[in-house]
């Protein structure tokens, strides 16, 4: 949606601004200056606004839905599930499994379930009418946690409340642990996670004869556009879905505006008026996805100099209500389940369980984060076991080239994780702080500190098969003043794709980024490059990018219009006669999967992602022994991540996704009564400020070039959201050890929890 | 208190007079009745920040602020700082240092960062980051937002 005007007073005119360079973010001065236009700020005549009423209780059945005296009812549109039914619409939310209903229908399966929609022009009135709608529920008994769900006591979704179950199996079924030097068991949980973009969810809908056309904040425009066409049963070319610009997503804006824009183009088309809603904050907070809740049993088998021999996982994730998106949540989780580690036999078991509580969903990392911490905090509780260093373990264990993963993929390349470890420790200087701390923890003052790591991957791209069925696809066109629009489906809600495309066009024609235009992502215009998740963007659609901008270079040459080689005047012109001589010229490119990469989704067995990212990250706190408050003092950030395209955006994501998996271990706590979230405001779910957090120091290494990844970049954005948890808690514990054994098995670690643990650890 | 009052200001050096609920919040009145939509709404509960603008030069969560109290008063929001099309020095800093991600704490934060710069011209990272507390990012983890204000060149 961004227009990119011209602005004085800012100096482009960079003399590299292709791959490698920290070019300025493209929209960045519409951002600086108010102008650029989220959903909630655009002037729309005639324009009238939606809410929704939601259930109070997490289980019931509908007996009535009421509305109360006093408002003037017949001023309102107003939508329940018998107007979706009696419309011939189609009450379900396009997704793995067609079980969530748009609205409600008869039966209650979650709290804030959506059960009524209203819309009118008087946003106060409205939210009187609101509170005047009485549903009339018989209660039903709720299944409201993972220990619930797996007892089954009473059926939510699935069979016998599973959604996915996911086995992964290599090596010797009949291991013999007995006769292993070293077993070690352990249980480890991790709490939801709000993503909390700043930008609450919001939607704009407007209805003309039967074509649908919704502008949102969102991440996926095809997800909505698919969900559309679904509900209303319309042609593909009937619906057109515009994103807005978006403040922040992280996952929370993959699936949950599917719902949102379905909620308002139903309004819209029953008022036959443009509908807009947009969520306030407690809304939003209680009733969109959050980050699956986890369980993980971890039993690890190692010889008697610490290798690991086996390794066994039952890790279980709350999906909800729904299935939405959790068996591939659950997938990513199960992938990364082992770890970074070489191990003979293996035997991963993943579940996704339903409960009666609002659908978890998509949360940068999806999965993998909260396997990771399982196994991360393992290791450390491993060695400590073993009277090993948590170093010296990880370095007898730590994959190399040659090596098999836990689906039997081959690591290929020339992996060099020791290194990384060694220099990500060498950064925080680990060992000469924790000779040092050890040396101070056991002094008299209350402020205690120690130092933590971990070390972790996270697979690029879409897992498995996943990118082959997107089959993804990108062009590039010429525009009549001789430069070049890139059309993708890719959104920008932050993390700098705009600016990154850009630099990779740039980078393979040899032009100015001024000569390059995005397109903004409306289905209307842009083919499916599939959605802006799983790390994905600037890899793989980056590459299909770089590919369609070489390809219309290929037909400008073919063509007669462009002579190699050229600079970028010449480059302008030869666009200029194309477009004058023949129309648009667009070239399009499509995602082949690459030779030589096998999976198999029934057996689980293969290459799991095309390529890795890796890192080991460092950190250091500090413990208050009254108050018991945390407070992370330094930390490192050192990461593989191929060829890093934009140095400064990329570290910017790094930053952000470190403050998150600090918030995750540290202070976010979804905190629930029967099913619903009551901490659901700013005062009281905490995220981190300027002042909770030091300098986030940030390494990249770009030994690894991914050679099918543009100019050999690998994925990013999802990567720095595994590591802090477990450093974190590797930290504490270290700080803590000298109190006696105590062992940090569960997120978050509240200064509540801290002190439980410290008093159990004492026996108290 | 269904009445509306007439409400006279000056909103980034300009005059301006509308008539409004005396409870309206005045990010409200920003947005709606004056027709300035850059600042933003982020909780509602004045947590965030995402609303901060400037009012006889002190910074407000214009979320918590009733029309009535902002009667005669001077505002400055977002789209006062860059008057005429010229970004001023801090909002460059923000553009060079990816001070901005997402953009949408960016408004307060950099209306934030004025008040902080008016009141100590030089901060040192430990005054910033006090400075700027009220203010939530999301996506940053606060570092080039630090950087862009250190990093301000007149």
């Known amino acids: 949606m961004m227009a990119h005007s011209r602005f004085v007073g800012l100096d482009r005119s960079m003399k590299n601004e292709g791959i490698g360079s920290s070019v300025a973010r493209r929209e960045g001065p519409e951002k600086l200056t108010g102008k650029a236009q989220y959903v909630a700020d655009q002037v729309l005549p005639g324009r009238i606004y939606g809410v929704t009423v939601r259930s109070k209780v997490a289980h019931g059945r509908i007996l009535a839905i009421r509305y109360g005296e006093g408002i003037p009812w017949e001023e309102f549109t107003i939508v329940t599930a018998k107007d979706i039914a009696a419309m011939g619409w189609h009450n379900r939310v396009e997704s793995i499994e067609p079980d969530q209903p748009f609205l409600a229908d008869g039966i209650i399966n979650h709290a804030e379930e959506p059960i009524v929609l209203l819309a009118h022009a008087d946003r106060h009135l409205l939210e009187r009418a609101r509170r005047a709608v009485l549903v009339e529920v018989e209660e039903l008994p709720a299944v409201l946690d993972i220990d619930q769900a797996l007892a089954c006591v009473q059926p939510v979704g699935g069979r016998d409340n599973l959604f996915k179950e996911i086995l992964i199996e290599k090596g010797d079924p009949g291991f013999p642990w007995a006769q292993a030097a070293h077993v070690v068991e352990g249980e480890y949980r991790t709490g939801a996670q709000e993503q909390l973009y700043i930008e609450t969810n919001g939607m704009t809908a407007e209805v003309e004869g039967h074509s649908v056309t919704v502008r949102g904040s969102l991440q996926c425009p095809y997800y909505v556009h698919t969900a559309l066409t679904r509900l209303f049963r319309l042609p593909g070319p009937q ?30 088309w029953q008022a036959r008026r443009p509908v807009t809603i947009i969520y306030d904050r ?31 996982s039952d890790f279980v994730l709350d999906a909800g209500a729904y299935t939405t998106l959790s068996p591939v949540v659950l997938s990513r989780g199960a992938i990364h389940a082992l770890g970074p580690y070489r191990c003979p036999n293996v035997r991963i078991r993943a579940r996704a369980v339903a409960t009666h509580t609002p659908p978890n969903g998509a949360f940068r ?114 525009l009549a003043d001789g430069r070049l629009e890139v ?13 990154v495309f850009t630099q990779i066009v740039s980078e393979a024609l040899g032009i100015p980024n001024d000569m390059v235009r995005m397109s903004p992502a409306d289905t209307r215009e842009v083919p499916n490059s599939g959605p802006t998740v799983a790390s994905r963007s600037t890899m793989v659609v980056g590459k299909l990018v770089q590919d369609a901008a070489l390809g ?58 095309p390529t890795y990212a890796w890192a080991c990250y460092g950190v250091e706190v500090r413990v208050d022994t009254v108050t018991w408050e945390v407070k992370v003092e330094d930390f490192v950030a050192r990461q593989e991540v191929g060829r890093v395209i934009n140095p400064v955006l990329a570290a910017g994501q790094v930053e952000g996704g470190v403050a998150q998996g600090l918030g995750w271990a540290l202070w976010e706590k ?59 808690l590797a930290a504490i514990q270290d700080a803590l050890g000298h109190l006696g054994p105590m062992d940090l098995r569960e997120l978050p670690v509240t200064p509540e929890r801290l002190l439980e643990a410290v008093e159990a650890g004492h026996g108290l | 208190m269904d009445s509306k009052l007439q409400l006279d200001l000056t909103v980034n050096g300009e005059r301006r007079s509308v008539a409004v609920y005396p409870m309206a919040r005045l990010l409200d009145v920003l947005r709606e009745d004056l027709g300035l939509p850059g600042t933003k709404e982020g909780c509602g509960e004045g947590e965030c920040g995402a609303c901060s603008v400037l009012m006889d030069g002190q910074l407000v969560n214009s979320c918590l602020v009733p029309a009535v109290q902002a009667q005669g008063a001077e505002l400055v ?15 460059r800093a923000f553009v060079a240092c990816n001070g901005a991600q997402c953009g949408f704490c960016t408004p307060g934060m950099v209306l934030a960062s004025v008040d902080l ?13 006090e400075g700027l507390a009220g203010n939530i990012c999301r996506c940053t983890g606060y570092v080039k937002i630090v950087d862009a204000v250190q990093g301000v060149r007149p």
């Open chain 1, 239 to 268: 619906v057109r879905v515009l994103q807005m610009d978006t403040g922040g997503a992280f996952g929370g804006k993959e699936d949950y505006p599917s719902i949102l824009a379905g909620h308002a183009a139903m309004l819209a």
């Open chain 1, 282 to 312: 407690e809304e939003d907070m209680a009733c969109t996805t959050k980050r699956h809740p986890s369980r993980s049993r971890l039993r690890t088998a190692f010889d008697a100099e610490g290798r690991l021999l086996a390794m066994e």
């Open chain 1, 365 to 478: 990392g999806f999965g993998a984060p909260q396997s990771l911490f399982a196994m991360e905090r393992h290791m450390d509780i491993a060695a400590a076991r073993m009277g090993l260093d948590p170093v010296l373990l990880r370095r007898r264990n730590l994959l190399k080239r040659g090596d098999l993963m836990a689906t039997g993929q081959l690591v290929t390349e020339d992996l060099d994780l020791e290194g990384l470890m060694d220099r990500a420790l060498a950064d925080l200087d680990y060992q000469g702080k924790r000779a040092a701390f050890a040396r101070h923890n056991v002094g008299p003052g209350p402020v205690k500190k120690g130092v933590g790591f971990s070390v972790f991957m996270h697979g690029c791209g879409f897992t498995g098969s996943g990118e082959e069925h997107l089959a993804s696809v990108t062009g590039v066109r010429t």
């Open chain 1, 487 to 499: 059309l993708a489906a890719s959104t920008e809600m932050g993390q700098g794709k705009e600016t």
């Open chain 1, 552 to 609: 219309l270079k290929r037909m400008l040459v073919e063509q007669q219009f462009l002579a190699e080689p050229c600079g970028p005047e010449a480059f302008r012109d030869a666009v200029r006669r194309a477009h004058v001589r023949c129309g648009v010229m667009t070239c399009f490119s499509q995602y082949q999967q690459p030779p030589g990469l096998e999976w198999d989704d029934a057996s689980y067995r293969g290459d799991a992602y």
């Open chain 1, 670 to 728: 979804v905190e629930t009564a029967q099913g619903r979230m009551v901490n659901n405001q700013m005062t009281n779910y905490i995220v981190a400020t300027a002042q909770d957090l030091p300098r986030i120091r940030v390494y990249f290494e770009e030994n690894n070039p991914y050679a099918l990844g543009p100019g050999g970049a690998k994925g990013l954005g999802e990567l720095p959201m595994d590591g802090p948890a477990p450093a974190v």
């Open chain 2, 77 to 91: 929001t977002i789209e006062g700082l860059a008057l005429g099309g010229e970004l001023n020095p801090l909002q």
């Open chain 2, 117 to 129: 710069l008016r009141r100590c011209a030089h901060p040192s990272e430990a005054e910033i980051r």
